[in-house]
C-alpha cells in the first residue's frame, strides 16, 4: 500500500502558474504509474495527465497537451504536476494517484485504474 500526499494547490489569479508535488510513502514508488486528476464542484473527476513508471513517457488529453505538464523524481518519491497559464475555469481539487498498470495500458485515463489516491489540493483561478 502507498499513501499519497499532494501540496502546492492556492488562489491564484488568471494567468498564473502553480506546481503541485504529491509525495509517495509506504510503497515503492517506481512500480506505479502516476497519475493527475481534477474535480470542479458538481462534476466529475477529470483525467489531466499520467506519467511512467521511470518518466519516460506521459499522456495527456489532447484539449489540455502545453499548459500542464507531469514529471517524476523517484529519487524523491515525488510526482509533479505544472500548471501554466491558469484560468478560471481550471479552478477544482487536484489528486494524484498511482495505478498498477502501464501508461500504454487500457484505461489508464479512468479513475478506476487507479488504486491509491491522495486527499487532494485546491487550485482556485479567479478571473
Known amino acids: 500500500q502507498v499513501q499519497l500526499v499532494e501540496s502546492g494547490g492556492g488562489l491564484v489569479q488568471a494567468g498564473a502558474s502553480l506546481r503541485l508535488s504529491c509525495v509517495a510513502s509506504?510503497?515503492?514508488?517506481?512500480?506505479?504509474?502516476m497519475g493527475w486528476f481534477r474535480q470542479a464542484p458538481g462534476k466529475e473527476r477529470e483525467f489531466v495527465a499520467s506519467?511512467?513508471?521511470?518518466?519516460?513517457?506521459?499522456y495527456y488529453p489532447v484539449s489540455d497537451k502545453g499548459r500542464f505538464t507531469i514529471s517524476r523524481d523517484n529519487a524523491k518519491n515525488t510526482a509533479y504536476l505544472q500548471t501554466n497559464i491558469l484560468k478560471p475555469e481550471d479552478t477544482a481539487v487536484y489528486y494524484c494517484?498511482?495505478?498498477?498498470?502501464?501508461?500504454?495500458?487500457?484505461?489508464?485515463?479512468?479513475?478506476?485504474?487507479?488504486?491509491?489516491w491522495g486527499q487532494g489540493t485546491q487550485v482556485t483561478v479567479s478571473s
Open positions: 509506504g510503497g515503492t514508488f517506481s512500480s506505479y504509474t
Open positions: 506519467i511512467s513508471r521511470r518518466g519516460t513517457n506521459t
Open positions: 494517484a498511482a495505478s498498477q498498470k502501464g501508461l500504454s495500458e487500457k484505461g489508464i485515463s479512468d479513475t478506476r485504474s487507479y488504486a491509491y
